[in-house]
Every structure is written in structure tokens, then in C-alpha cells.
């Protein structure tokens, strides 16, 4: 598994479509699938931090996806849909819990101070293994087709 900046230098172009993807708006927002206590997904809404060339998120630690992440830190992080439609991203790895008041204060400054003020949301880093960028050509239509590109193992 590596951190995002080291996934941008071995998949440039499919990292910056990443990048596009998760940030569609002001901030990131996507999807994290998460593992339950039962092995079942459980998904969440999140808005994904690239910073430092790493991707974080604040999770609040009274919640579901907070105490899945600690048991058991696999993840699957999806875009949201494309405004136009006919795109998606998705990563997948295991997430950190993040406890370095420095590194913390740094994702913090790259929101705009938007996100991380609260004592309540606990800092992950998501480790990269695998990640899939999905172009759907002739999008709404009957030849609608999908290009694959996959990285990781």
C-alpha cells in the first residue's frame, strides 16, 4: 500500500482524475465503504482531504464508520457521480487513525479551517492499494460502454 503521492508518480493521469472526481465542488465528497463487526458493508457519506500527498478524512468518533475503521481499517472510497455523468473513481486500502497534533493541524489549514476543529473528529489516513477509474463512452445511451483504467494489485 502506499500514500497518494506516491500513487500520483506511478499512475499520473489516473491520479488526476482522481483528484478531479473527488474534488467536484469547493471541497471533496465521495462514498467510504466500511467493514461492520459482521463483515457486512456499511457505506457513509465523507469529504476526502488530499493533502501533504496523502488522503485523509475526519471521522466523527461517535459514529459507526469511526469505530469500523478502528476494528478493522479496510475501506473503499467512491466518488460521487460526475455532473455530466459517465464517470466514477474509486480507491480502496486500509485506513490509519491519525494522532500527530502537527500532521493533524496541517490537514486541518488545508481545509480552510473547515473541517477538524472539534475534538469529535478523529483524523484517518487512507492508504492506497488499489484504485479504478471508470469512462463510460456514449454516456445515455444505448451504446453506452465502459473503459477501464485499474491500479494496484
Do not use: C
Not at 120 to 128: G, P, R, T, V, Y
Amino acid at each position: 500500500m502506499v500514500r497518494w503521492g506516491a500513487f500520483e508518480s506511478a499512475a499520473p493521469e489516473l491520479a488526476a482524475n482522481g483528484r478531479r472526481l473527488l474534488y467536484q465542488g469547493e471541497t471533496g465528497a465521495g462514498f467510504l465503504g466500511t467493514v461492520r463487526k459482521d463483515g457486512g458493508p456499511r457505506v457513509h457519506p465523507i469529504f476526502p482531504i488530499l493533502a501533504d500527498g496523502e488522503l485523509f478524512g475526519f471521522i466523527v468518533n461517535l459514529g459507526w464508520k469511526y469505530h469500523d475503521l478502528v476494528r478493522d481499517g479496510r475501506y473503499a472510497l467512491h466518488s460521487f457521480p460526475s455532473a455530466e455523468g459517465g464517470e466514477e473513481f474509486y480507491v480502496t486500502g486500509r485506513a490509519v487513525l491519525v494522532t500527530d497534533a502537527g500532521r493533524r493541524a496541517r490537514v486541518v489549514a488545508a481545509t480552510g479551517d473547515r473541517q477538524g476543529k472539534a475534538d469529535f473528529e478523529a483524523l484517518f489516513a487512507f492508504d492506497i492499494e488499489r484504485a479504478l477509474h471508470t469512462h463510460w463512452a456514449n454516456w445515455g445511451t444505448p451504446a453506452t460502454w465502459p473503459t477501464f483504467t485499474k491500479w494496484g494489485r
